[in-house]
């Protein structure tokens, strides 16, 4: 997935979501079982979120991919935490946006992360990313 974004660098979003979204049809053509045809949607759908981010594109196009990875849900606590994250520091770099649900969503991946066994090796890596987060995005509690 990620040669296909690399090649990709200099096209416009909808050519990259548009190759993403062929590559993904192929994939699920070989794909299993459904958990591993859902696994495979949710890698592509953080794929294009981060590159949705990393292109700083408007709201109609990055909130189009923050709602797909929503619908597919998360495989694990890391995966939330970076949907989170990429959402809030996406606020902040577009203050006219309401950052009340990227506040939300940085709430249930601390929520999650809290779950997480006391000795868990990502529990305090997580927690400690997430106040980085917050402060990053001016979202103090």
């Not at 590559?23 to 079982?33: D, P, S, T, V």
């Not at 006391?118 to 106040?131: D, N, Y």
Request: aromatic share 8%; net charge positive; proline share 4%.
């Amino acid at each position: 997935m990620g040669l296909a974004l690399v090649a990709a660098a200099d096209a416009p979003f909808e050519e990259v979501e548009a190759s993403m979204r062929s590559f993904e049809r192929r994939m699920l053509e070989a794909a299993g079982g459904a958990w591993e045809r859902r696994e495979l949607r949710r890698r592509i759908a953080e794929d294009l979120l981060t590159e949705a981010f990393g292109r700083n594109e408007p709201w109609p196009v990055f909130g189009r991919m923050l709602r797909r990875i929503q619908r597919l849900g998360y495989s694990h606590v890391e995966r939330r935490f970076h949907v989170a994250a990429l959402y809030a520091l996406w606020c902040r770099a577009h203050p006219e946006h309401d950052s009340t649900s990227a506040r939300r969503l940085l709430e249930e991946a601390e929520r999650s992360a809290l779950r997480l066994p006391r000795g868990h090796v990502r529990r305090k890596q997580i927690l400690g990313s997430l106040a980085s987060i917050r402060a990053r995005a001016g979202f103090q509690p």
